[in-house]
């Protein structure tokens, strides 16, 4: 809090400023902080999977659905590369389709 929150707002460590009550500054210092991560991230992987058949299908929350090329399943570790390298703890599900999702131990 005495890092991140001063006079009604509370700026997150990429710099995004938000106004709000002391008693939720917590929340959205966590919240703030992860969809900016996240979205770094979204980055960086679509800039791996250029110019290959697999590709960010969407995301959801903190989670990125890629609809990924069988071919080209071995960029997995790249990708979950990409998400941990700051420390991000990250699983990785794998299913035919979106509904029938199960860990995939890496």
Known sequence: MRD???DGT????????IEVERENAISYLIQSTTADYVMSRIIAINELLKNKKSRIAFTIHD?????????????IKDVLSIMREDGFVT????????????????
Do not use: A, H, Q
């Open 4 to 6: 991140f929150w001063k």
């Open 10 to 17: 509370v700026t997150n460590p990429f710099g995004r400023t």
């Open 63 to 75: 989670s990125i659905v890629i609809d990924m090329d069988w071919e080209e399943r071995g960029i």
């Open 91 to 106: 699983s990785c599900m794998t299913g035919k389709d979106f509904g029938n999702l199960k860990e995939l131990p890496l």
